[in-house]
């Protein structure tokens, strides 16, 4: 379900490789991410990674019936499943390289935490992007740190709470994309990026990703500590009625029941 594409000069490219299921993130997929990036992280000659989708879409968010199985778990089962999600999140965020989210098409609910655990993102005009969840009874709970980083509070609300689709432009000025191009030039654009990266020393790059994360004031411990809650914060919410009648409703193609007037 993932596949990775080499350049000799030091780039990997990880490509999400569902494109029938619009490249969601089944727990499979979660895996394969997660040991990619565990081996990546020690290639020492490796400079920057990508992370893309296979055909139309960068990524449809979560494997929906995957998330009402695990709404319907075993407490324990549930937390679980969350926390792995979770510590691929960590695993990209942390990345000694640099990582460059590269958005090809629609980006959906868990998708925009991966763009914004990346370093640097970048879509073509085609792309639409939405913190979709609350459409489904849920919470963006595993990615909101991320997304709040990259877009801060204010901006943040207004998504989680309305989960509108916001065209490349509004992601570009709300800060969740650096740079949005003609899809046609996003190849040439991320060859060009690629560039000014090589044209950088690899251990200043390195620390500058440590120094990132030391001024802004957070520590090992306490983002371990918010990761756990987290997880349990949206194992609980699948596991409630309205969680479970919201996925529900979208595998059935229907309204969920707060959306129906009779």
Sequence with gaps: MLRIERDPRGTATLILDRPAERNALCAQLIGELDEALTKLAAERDLRAVLLTGSGSAFCAGADIAEMRAAGAAAPEQNIADARRFVALLDRLECMPKTTIAVINGAAYGGAIGLISACDIAIAGT?????????????????????????????????????????????????????????????????????????????????????????????????????????????????????????????????????????
């Design 126 to 262: 085609a792309a639409r992007f939405a913190l979709s969840e609350v459409r489904l009874g849920l919470i963006p709970a595993m990615i909101s740190p991320y997304v709040i980083r990259a877009i801060g509070a204010r901006q943040a609300g207004r998504y989680m709470l309305s989960g509108e689709v916001m065209d490349a432009a509004t992601a570009e000025r709300i800060g969740l994309v650096h740079e949005v191009v003609r899809d046609a030039a996003l190849p040439s654009a991320v060859e060009k990026l690629i560039d000014a990266l090589l044209a950088g020393g690899p251990c200043a790059q390195v620390e500058i990703k440590a120094l990132l994360r030391r001024v802004s004031g957070r520590t090992d411990t306490d983002d371990a500590a918010l990761r756990r809650e987290l997880a349990q914060w949206i194992a609980r919410i699948r596991g409630s009625d309205e969680g479970h009648e919201g996925l529900s409703a979208f595998l059935e193609k229907r309204q969920a029941k707060w959306r129906d007037p009779g």
